[in-house]
C-alpha cells in the first residue's frame, strides 16, 4: 500500500507561480511512475503530467507544456510540479498517483494510489 500527501496549492494571481509536492509512504518509492491529475467542478479528471520512475521520461498534456514541469526526488520518496504562468483554466483540485506501470502513462487507470488532492485556484 502507498499514502500520498499532496500540499502546496492555493490562491494565486493569473501569471503567478506554484510548486506542488507530493511525499509517498507505506512502500517503497521506486519502481513507481508518478503523475499529477486535477480535477475542475463539473469535470472528470483528467491527467497533467506524469514521470517514469527513474525520472528520466515525462509525458505533458498540451495545455501545460512549456509552463508545467513535473520532477521527482526518489530518495525523498517525493515529486514535484512547478507550475509557472498560470491561468485560471489551471484551477482546479490536483491529485498526486502512484502507478506500477514504471513508465510515464498517461492513462488514469494505470494508477493505483491517490491522494487526497489539493486545491489551487487561480484568478484573473
Known amino acids: 500500500q502507498v499514502q500520498l500527501v499532496e500540499s502546496g496549492g492555493g490562491l494565486v494571481q493569473a501569471g503567478g507561480s506554484l510548486r506542488l509536492s507530493c511525499v509517498a509512504s507505506?512502500?517503497?518509492?521506486?519502481?513507481?511512475?508518478m503523475g499529477w491529475f486535477r480535477q475542475a467542478p463539473g469535470k472528470e479528471r483528467d491527467v497533467v503530467a506524469t514521470?517514469?520512475?527513474?525520472?528520466?521520461?515525462?509525458y505533458y498534456t498540451d495545455s501545460v507544456k512549456g509552463r508545467f514541469t513535473i520532477s521527482r526526488d526518489n530518495g525523498k520518496n517525493t515529486v514535484y510540479l512547478q507550475m509557472n504562468n498560470l491561468r485560471p483554466e489551471d484551477t482546479a483540485v490536483y491529485y498526486c498517483?502512484?502507478?506500477?506501470?514504471?513508465?510515464?502513462?498517461?492513462?488514469?487507470?494505470?494508477?493505483?494510489?491517490w491522494g487526497q488532492g489539493t486545491q489551487v485556484t487561480v484568478f484573473s
Open positions: 514521470i517514469s520512475w527513474t525520472g528520466d521520461a515525462a
Open positions: 498517483a502512484a502507478g506500477t506501470t514504471r513508465r510515464a502513462s498517461s492513462t488514469r487507470a494505470d494508477y493505483n494510489y
Open positions: 507505506g512502500r517503497t518509492f521506486i519502481g513507481y511512475a
